[in-house]
């Protein structure tokens, strides 16, 4: 599965901003799908995933409310949509594939497929 992540930028405190992340490959349905952050200076992050046996979604804590992934098999893609976005929210966020355990869906190695990330800037 090779991932492509887009739809990064600028925006004020307080706004939207909706990632998307094309894959490539046929199973890429049976792959559960995430997205990690990096902000400047610190380690990766989780930020959520949708998973697939029993197609649910798990979000970090400082994610809870504000942000909604979701996938779309058809299209072969997976979005995450912010809102009442805060500077803290700056980062680089990576789209990645995996078959984590459901222990397991916050940890970076439980995924084998990554995208290049895409910058997000929350500032005014």
């Known amino acids: 599965v090779q991932l492509q992540a887009s739809g990064g930028g600028l925006v004020q405190p307080g706004g939207s901003l909706r990632l998307s992340c094309a894959a490539s490959?046929?199973?890429?349905?049976?792959?559960?799908v995430a997205w990690f952050r990096q902000a400047p200076g610190k380690e990766r992050e989780f930020v959520a995933v949708f998973t697939v046996g029993n197609r649910r979604t798990y979000y970090a804590d400082n994610a809870k409310g504000r942000f909604t992934i979701s996938r779309d098999n058809a299209k072969n893609t997976v979005s995450l949509q912010m809102n009442s976005l805060t500077p803290e929210d700056t980062a680089v966020y990576y789209c990645a594939a995996g078959k984590p355990i459901l222990s397991n869906i916050h940890n970076m190695r439980g995924y084998g497929y990554w995208g290049q990330g895409t910058l997000v800037t929350v500032s005014s």
């Open positions: 490959g046929h199973t890429f349905s049976s792959y559960a």
